[in-house]
Each structure stands twice: as C-alpha cells, then as structure tokens.
C-alpha cells in the first residue's frame, strides 16, 4: 500500500520549510466558495478534498463560535503525525487568507504547520502538483493567502481542472460541475490530492513531491 510505504520513509530535510511540522498540528485548508450552489463546481476542488478527508477520518465539519471558517479534527493514524485540522473559509476565495492568521494563532502553530489546497487551470484533471513555496499563479484563493501571512513558504497542493477551450469561457468553466470523463478525471484528482495531504503529515515535503509530481 502506498500509505504504508510513505510512513517507512525516514529522510532528513534539507530546509527547514520542508520538514513535516513537529508541533504535533497539521492544518489543512481547502479553497472554495461557501453555499450549496458552489458545492460540485471546479473552483470548489479544495473544499472536495478535505471533506474526502473529514469523510475517511469519520468526523464532520463544525463553525467555531465566532469564526469565520469550518473545521474538522482527527488524530492521524501515524502517531507521530499528531493531529490533523481540516478547514473551510466561510469568505469566498478571494478573501480566504484573512482567516489565516486567527487559525494559526487559535492553534498555536506556524507556518511549518500548513498545508493549502486549491484548483488550477494549469493541470489537466486528474492531476495534481505539489510545491513548498511560490507565487500564487493568478489563483486568486492562493493570492490572498500570501499576502495576508506576509510569505509563500508553505505548502500547497494544485488540483488540476484544466481549461475550457476559449479563453471567454473561464468563468462559466471555473463555476461549472464537470461530468461525464471530465467528472471522472476530477474525481481521481480530489482522491489524489486526499492521499497526497495526508502523506505530508508524515514526510518530507520534497519526498511527497517526487511521488506525486507528475503522476497521471
């Protein structure tokens, strides 16, 4: 299984924002917009993959009082990886970084902590790309994350939806729910990048990447 053999990798980072976080946190946010007429929609890819998460952990997404987000918490079933935070803004994408520094400080963790999952047009579906740091692309989700944390030196994971055929069409594409093959390609992808998240818990970031870049 390949789970199995994640957890039996024992290799030392060569930086620091590559190693897995040793607070004992793991705090996953997946982008998306918030309503149920967003809720099978590509740009909702993030919000798809931790409830894939939250699903195969058996929890369920609760609002903290006050707070602008939803979460879930499970422990990890490798204990070293301590406890995993799902999430989901309650701001719609463009504004999903300003939660960010209020989730970091409720829980008392860092940046070494995170892990951010989005879509973009740049991978086919099916696809997903692993990276440790980097602009946010033109992801507007990705965007305001780095400029609310004031750093892109955290790790994310690209769910690809590819692209419509005409560039007037992006719109329309980004806020509709594939189906047929497509919907098959999308769905593999949100089940990758669900395994991809919690093999970061455990390893190294640029080992999760050479098993996961690239990988149709």
Known sequence: MLKREL????????????????????????LGNPGSEYEKTRHNAGFLVVDALSGSSGT????PFLRPWLQSKF????????SVILVKPLTYM???????????KSHRTDL??????YDTLDLPAGRIRIRSSGSGGGQKGLNSMIEHLGSDLFTRIAVGIGRPARKDEVISWVLGEPDGE?????????????????????????????MY???K
């Open 213 to 215: 870049n690239g990988r």
């Open 182 to 210: 497509a919907l098959k390609s999308f769905r593999q992808g949100i089940g990758t990048a669900a395994e991809a998240a919690e093999a970061l818990c455990v390893n190294p970031v640029d080992q999760v990447m050479s």
């Open 112 to 117: 070494n902590s995170l892990i951010v999952i």
């Open 7 to 30: 957890k039996l990798l024992h290799l030392k980072p060569q930086r620091e924002k590559v190693k897995p976080d040793s607070s004992g946190i793991h705090l996953i946010i997946g």
């Open 75 to 82: 422990l990890h079933e490798s204990a070293e990886a301590g």
């Open 94 to 104: 463009n504004r999903s970084g300003s939660i960010v520094p209020s989730l970091l």
């Open 60 to 63: 369920q997404f609760k609002k």
